[in-house]
Nanobody, 124 residues
Framework: QVQLVESGGGLVQAGGSLRLSCATSERTFSRYALGWFRQAPGKEREIVAAISRGGVSTYYRDSVKGRFTISRDNAKNTVYLQMNSLKPEDTAVYYC?????????????????WGQGTQVTVSS
């Protein structure tokens, strides 16, 4: 069982920045493709960004392209989501997820492990 722990959420004004982190003690962290998802109240959980096992390939949903950056540090067993130019519509609970595969996926059903989530609130 891979335990993922997110941190870095909070309240920020529109235009501000936050960096989310997701850490694990799992020594096989480098075997997993990783994704960041978010879920706003009353909405489905959606993919925000993802990164392949080796970190070479990344994915971003259109609404965050140019504002968010996903990265991973396998030596620290941590994946990050740098969020800049935040907008009120980015408000949600953000989850990291791990998939035992080389490639990431945009479908939450393809991920094997999930963190507990961290709240991001962007005020206008």
């Amino acid at each position: 069982q891979v335990q993922l722990v997110e941190s870095g959420g909070g309240l920020v004004q529109a235009g501000g920045s936050l960096r989310l982190s997701c850490a694990t003690s799992e020594r096989t962290f480098s075997r997993y493709a990783l994704g960041w998802f978010r879920q706003a109240p009353g909405k489905e959980r959606e993919i925000v960004a993802a990164i392949s096992r080796g970190g070479v390939s990344t994915y971003y949903r259109d609404s965050v392209k140019g504002r968010f950056t996903i990265s991973r540090d396998n030596a620290k067993n941590t994946v990050y989501l740098q969020m800049n130019s935040l907008k009120p519509e980015d408000t949600a609970v953000y989850y990291c997820a791990a998939r035992n595969s080389v490639a990431y996926s945009g479908s939450r059903a393809d991920y094997d492990y999930w963190g507990q989530g961290t709240q991001v609130t962007v005020s206008s």
